[in-house]
C-alpha cells in the first residue's frame, strides 16, 4: 500500500524558515511525482510545489516561487520542502502527495497517495 508520513512543520516567525520532510515507507516512491500541497482554515487544498521523479523538473506556485526549493533523496526515500522567507499566509496545513503520473502537476485530485499532514504556523 504505502504510506508518506510528513514531519517538520512548527510554529515561526515572519521571515523564517522551516524544511519540511515527506518519508515514505511500506513502498518505494522512486518513480512517482511527488508533490507538497497546503489547505488553510476555509480554503480548498492548493498546490504548493512539484517534482518529477527524476528532480530533473521542479514547478512551484506562483506564490512561492523563489521561497521555497523542493527536493528529493531516492535513497532516503524522502522529499523535501525548504521553506524560507515565510509569511503569515503561508500558515496551513501542508500535505505530502504522490503519484505515478499526474496529468496535472498542480491538481490535488490527480494524486493517489497522501499523508496525514503536518501543520505550518507563521506568526507576524
Known amino acids: 500500500q504505502g504510506q508518506l508520513v510528513e514531519s517538520g512543520g512548527g510554529l515561526v516567525q515572519a521571515g523564517g524558515s522551516l524544511r519540511l520532510s515527506c518519508t515514505a515507507s511500506?513502498?518505494?516512491?522512486?518513480?512517482?511525482?511527488m508533490g507538497w500541497f497546503r489547505q488553510a482554515p476555509g480554503k480548498e487544498r492548493e498546490f504548493v510545489a512539484a517534482?518529477?521523479?527524476?528532480?530533473?523538473?521542479?514547478y512551484y506556485a506562483d506564490s512561492v516561487k523563489g521561497r521555497f526549493t523542493i527536493s528529493r533523496d531516492h535513497a532516503k526515500n524522502t522529499v523535501n520542502l525548504q521553506m524560507n522567507s515565510l509569511k503569515p499566509e503561508d500558515t496551513a496545513v501542508y500535505y505530502c502527495?504522490?503519484?505515478?503520473?499526474?496529468?496535472?502537476?498542480?491538481?490535488?485530485?490527480?494524486?493517489?497517495?497522501w499523508g496525514q499532514g503536518t501543520q505550518v504556523t507563521v506568526s507576524s
Open positions: 502527495a504522490a503519484d505515478p503520473d499526474p496529468s496535472y502537476y498542480s491538481d490535488y485530485l490527480q494524486y493517489e497517495h
Open positions: 511500506g513502498r518505494t516512491f522512486s518513480y512517482y511525482y
Open positions: 517534482i518529477s521523479w527524476s528532480g530533473g523538473s521542479r
